[in-house]
């Protein structure tokens, strides 16, 4: 980390640069508060946004600065983009931590989480993707749902039936059957496979250590999230799919990769056995 992001135990929102290595904190993450130098105190103080980026330019400077104008702490990792995304994450206000190397989506959320317990006091570390999917009110709702005494909420398009989310039939049945496999063996039953709009407790993101450091990370992370011990629910949530995402994301081949993922991590578990 830079001298210039924290001096005296505050985070310095001015800091244009920062790395956080993978291991930030140690034996010490969650130990160690701090505040965002400058943050007004309002309804969403006691949270604080972690926002993976990688070249999301043309629409992540919009994203956070929603986040930002309703009061939200945001934390963005530059996942090492190589289009304009970190000069679009400063002017929009969140703090940027970057990535000198693509580390991938389990390894930008890892940082996130760490950069959270290292430098911020807050209860609450939720996730929001960069690319326009995940609804602001859908996020103040789970806040206000995890205060209710649950460690984990996560997100689902299908809580309410079909739910409001505009997705193909066969990207719908593939992502039910993700669900369903995923839920063998589990505890906690989940209707949605693979949702990144999320929130946890401050101390299950301390008790998270990732080591998958691309997408595979997802089913990894649904371990450390549905351990017995925590309280856990579900938010019904409306994921936008635009134009954009859609070309980025190839929603469909998405679908199909997570399916063979899940199968993947269960047949590797239940051999563990």
């Known amino acids: 980390m830079s001298v210039q992001a924290l001096q005296d135990g505050r985070l310095r929102p001015a ?10 904190g140690g034996d010490e993450r969650g130990t160690r ?29 919009g994203v956070i600065a929603e986040l930002v104008a309703a009061g939200l702490r945001v934390i963005a990792v530059d996942d090492a983009s190589t289009d304009g995304s970190a000069e679009e994450i400063d002017k929009a206000g969140a703090f940027r931590v970057s990535h000198p190397v693509n580390l991938g989506a389990g390894g930008a959320l890892q940082t996130g989480f ?4 290292l430098l911020t006091d807050a209860q609450y570390i939720a996730c929001f993707d960069a690319d326009g999917q995940h609804q602001l009110p859908d996020l103040l709702g789970m806040i206000e749902k995890i205060r ?3 460690d984990v909420v996560m997100g689902s398009r299908f809580l309410e039936g079909d739910g409001p989310t ?9 992502l039910r059957t993700a669900a369903k496999l995923l839920n063998r063996g589990n ?10 709009l999320r929130i946890v407790a401050r101390h299950v993101a301390a008790d998270v250590r990732l080591s998958y450091a691309g997408m595979a990370y997802a089913s990894e992370l649904e371990r450390y999230l549905t351990r017995p011990e925590y309280r856990i629910t579900e938010y019904p949530v409306h994921i936008l799919y635009t134009d954009y ?5 190839q929603p469909l081949l998405n679908s199909i990769n997570i399916l063979a993922e899940v199968a993947a991590h269960r047949v590797t578990h239940w051999s563990r056995k």
């Open 15 to 24: 800091a244009r640069l920062a790395s956080l290595p993978m291991d930030a």
């Open 33 to 61: 508060p701090a505040e965002f130098s400058g943050q007004v105190r309002g309804p969403w103080d006691d949270t604080v946004v972690v926002v993976r980026v990688y070249n999301e330019a043309p629409v992540v400077g």
């Open 114 to 117: 760490e950069a959270a317990l």
């Open 148 to 150: 209710e005494g649950y």
């Open 166 to 174: 505009q997705m193909s039939w066969l990207r719908r049945v593939i």
């Open 187 to 196: 505890t906690t039953r989940l209707t949605d496979a693979h949702n990144g």
């Open 245 to 249: 995402s859609r070309a980025k994301g």
